[in-house]
């Protein structure tokens, strides 16, 4: 079990939360990522990390006590608006309430600080898998380097280059791009935005679009403009003033959200696997997260499931001597989960961009305690 060989491909939540199980149980894995460094890109907002899936894997992790210095159990808040500003729905009574926010970046640097030096190879890009004909896989880097394992692991994201080894399913354009852009400081320098984001999530939906903010650590306001646009669209040209002549008639305090954003914009469009993805078993290659299962982030569910499959994949290969079981066993139950979860992403998007998205947002919220 000791000489097992295991290549995972992507250091996102997903894939560190798998070495660093594998590590603390004995067995060191190799992480390869494309990005340079840490810090080669922004990583994004903040996530909420739900009980039995994100706050699971990181116990299962023994990261609990690092987890809490970094969570933000404060910002649970969640808020609606009308496309006229006004509030038609507030959920700022935290008690109970146990899906502490993080921003990714911090999430993803407790990881990589749990893991010893040299288990992630920054710099390092999967162009190629292959199969061996004695078992097992190869991997192929930028640069041309080889490495051969008995287990491969596509940790990749919505774009795996591991997942066409064993399914022939392509992400699908929702209809739905987010265009990602943030204030610093808000409260400093905008303090009537502060207010009207409040300490938590809050959607503004009307006309099948939406302005979504939510709260980050250090004052940063995380603001995504969200519509429906064709795919491919990459918002050229003055994005600000495009974005604001579509809010146009909008209540001012929503527009300014947009108006106030700093430079750097980020149209994210929205991809998703087909609901209930699923492939056969095949010795020495899986999937987990996104490159499993990317669906739309309405639920939230999409780095809570990927640290969750990280988390149950480790917990079955040092279970036992039958690790090509432990990787049959841990599909079989992956599946089942994201599953239901992608259903249900799949009905909000579909719904909070229709016609009728305020009635459904605050339905759901309703449904959900906040
Ligand atoms: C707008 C938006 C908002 C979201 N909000 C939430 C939320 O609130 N809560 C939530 O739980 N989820 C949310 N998600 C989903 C969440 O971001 C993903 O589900 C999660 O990041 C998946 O984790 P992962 O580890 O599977 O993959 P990723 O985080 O995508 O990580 C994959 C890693 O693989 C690397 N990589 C890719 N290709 C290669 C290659 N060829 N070679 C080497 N390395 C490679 C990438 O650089 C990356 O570091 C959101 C997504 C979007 C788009």
Not at 85 to 109: A, C, S
Not at 256 to 281: D, F, T
Not at 311 to 336: H, K, N, T
Not at 340 to 364: P, Q, R, T, W
Request: glycine share 14%; hydrophobic share 40%.
């Amino acid at each position: 079990m000791g000489k097992l060989r295991i290549g995972i491909v992507g250091a996102g939540p997903g894939g560190l939360t798998l070495a660093r199980i594998l590590y603390v149980n004995g067995i060191e894995a190799v992480v390869f990522e494309r990005e340079a460094s840490t810090s080669d890109r922004p990583q994004g907002g903040s996530l909420d990390m739900h009980a039995k899936s994100g706050q699971y894997a990181i116990a299962c992790a023994g990261l609990t006590t690092d987890f809490r210095r970094i969570a933000r159990y404060e910002d649970q808040e969640s808020r609606i608006y009308d496309k006229d500003g006004r509030q038609v729905f507030l959920e700022e009574d935290l008690t109970g309430k146990d899906r502490p926010e993080v921003d990714r970046g911090q999430l993803r640097q407790m990881l990589l600080d749990s893991l010893p030096d040299g288990v992630v190879r920054w710099g390092s890009e999967l162009v190629a898998a292959m199969p061996c004909v004695d078992g097992g896989f190869e991997l192929e880097l930028r640069g041309g380097v080889r490495e051969r394992f008995d287990l491969i692991v596509g940790a990749d994201g919505t774009w795996s280059r591991i997942r066409p080894l064993v399914s022939d399913a392509r992400p699908v354009y929702s209809g739905v791009t987010f265009v990602e852009m943030g204030i610093d400081d808000v409260d400093v320098g905008f303090p009537e935005l502060a207010r009207l984001a409040g300490r938590g999530l809050t959607f503004a939906v009307g006309e099948r679009k939406a302005i979504i903010a939510h709260r980050d650590s250090g004052g940063h306001l995380g603001i995504y403009a969200s519509l429906r646009v064709p795919e491919g669209w990459t918002g050229s040209g003055d994005l600000r003033a495009y974005l604001l002549a579509q809010f146009e008639g909008w209540d001012e305090g929503l527009r300014r959200l947009i108006a106030e954003s700093g430079e750097r914009m980020v149209p994210r469009p929205i991809y998703a696997l087909p609901v209930g993805h699923r492939w056969e078993n095949q010795a020495g290659v899986t999937l987990l997260g996104d490159a499993a299962h990317v669906m739309s982030p309405f639920g939230g569910d999409g780095a809570n499931l990927a640290m969750w499959d990280g988390a149950d994949l480790a917990l079955g290969l040092v279970s036992g001597s039958d690790w090509r079981g432990a990787v049959r066993d841990y599909e079989e139950r992956m599946f089942g989960r994201a599953e239901a979860c992608a259903a249900g992403a799949a009905e909000a998007i579909e719904e909070v961009f229709s016609e009728d998205g305020l009635e459904h947002i605050v339905a759901a919220m309703r449904g959900h305690g906040g």
